[in-house]
T-cell receptor
Framework: DAKTTQPPSMDCAEGRAANLPCNHS???????VYWYRQIHSQGPQYIIH???NNETNEMASLIITEDRKSSTLILPHATLRDTAVYYC??????????????FGKGTKLSVKP | KAGVTQTPRYLIKTRGQQVTLSCSPI?????VSWYQQTPGQGLQFLFE???????NKGNFPGRFSGRQFSNSRSEMNVSTLELGDSALYLC??????????????FGPGTRLLVL
C-alpha cells in the first residue's frame, strides 16, 4: 500500500505557484520522497526527490518538513501544461520487492487560465 | 539522449489470445521495470529485470511474464488474455537496480484493449 496521503484534486490559476501537499507520517529515516506526474494517458514523468533537505531543480521545488512527516511540491509558475496527476511516493529501501515505486491515487492538479 | 520507447503503442486482442509488448530502455540503463495501470487499481508494479534476470516481482498471476535481452531491451508477455487485462502497460528504466537512489524514467506506455 502507498504510504502517502494527498488531496484528490486541486486548482491553480495560470502563472501562480502551485503548492501540492503530501503527508507521509510513517516515513522511515532512510526513505526518500519522490514526486512524479502523469499527464493524461502518458507515462509518469519524474519531477524531483529528496531525503530531508529542501531540493530545487528546473521543474520544481520540494520542501520537506523538519520531522519529515510531510512535504510540499511547488511549481513556481504553473502553466496549462502542468495540468496532470501528481504522485508523491515514499521510496522504500531496496530489498526483495521493495525497490520499485508504489503509487497512490495522487492529486489531480487543474491549472486554469 | 533518447527516452524509453515502447512498442506497439496501441493493441487490440481478444480473450484467450496472448500478447507480447516491447520496451527499449534509455541507452546505458540496465534495469527495466514493468507496471500496469488501470482505472480501478491505479499503477501497479509487475516485475523488474536487470542483467537479463528477473530481480523483483509484484503480485500478478503467472500469465504475466517477461524477459530481458543482453542489450537491456525487455519484452513482457501476457498469455490467455482476460478482459481485466485491458490496461496501459508502462515500462520504466533506470541505470541500476531500482533502489532508493535510482530514478526510474517511464516510457509512453502500450494501451492494450482485450475484447
Amino acid at each position: 500500500d502507498a504510504k502517502t496521503t494527498q488531496p484528490p484534486s486541486m486548482d491553480c490559476a495560470e502563472g501562480r505557484a502551485a503548492n501540492l501537499p503530501c503527508n507521509h507520517s510513517t516515513i522511515s529515516g532512510n526513505e526518500y520522497v519522490y514526486w512524479y506526474r502523469q499527464i493524461h494517458s502518458q507515462g509518469p514523468q519524474y519531477i524531483i526527490h529528496g531525503l530531508k533537505n529542501n531540493e530545487t531543480n528546473e521543474m520544481a521545488s520540494l520542501i520537506i518538513t523538519e520531522d519529515r512527516k510531510s512535504s510540499t511540491l511547488i511549481l513556481p509558475h504553473a502553466t496549462l501544461r502542468d495540468t496532470a496527476v501528481y504522485y508523491c511516493i515514499v521510496r522504500p529501501n531496496y530489498g526483495g520487492s521493495q525497490g520499485n515505486l508504489i503509487f497512490g491515487k495522487g492529486t489531480k492538479l487543474s491549472v486554469k487560465p | 539522449k533518447a527516452g524509453v520507447t515502447q512498442t506497439p503503442r496501441y493493441l487490440i486482442k481478444t480473450r484467450g489470445q496472448q500478447v507480447t509488448l516491447s520496451c527499449s530502455p534509455i541507452s546505458g540503463h540496465r534495469s527495466v521495470s514493468w507496471y500496469q495501470q488501470t482505472p480501478g487499481q491505479g499503477l501497479q508494479f509487475l516485475f523488474e529485470y536487470f542483467s537479463e534476470t528477473q530481480r523483483n516481482k509484484g503480485n500478478f498471476p503467472g500469465r504475466f511474464s517477461g524477459r530481458q535481452f543482453s542489450n537491456s531491451r525487455s519484452e513482457m508477455n501476457v498469455s490467455t488474455l482476460e478482459l481485466g487485462d485491458s490496461a496501459l502497460y508502462l515500462c520504466a528504466s533506470s541505470l541500476g537496480l531500482a533502489g532508493v537512489l535510482e530514478t526510474q524514467y517511464f516510457g509512453p506506455g502500450t494501451r492494450l484493449l482485450v475484447l
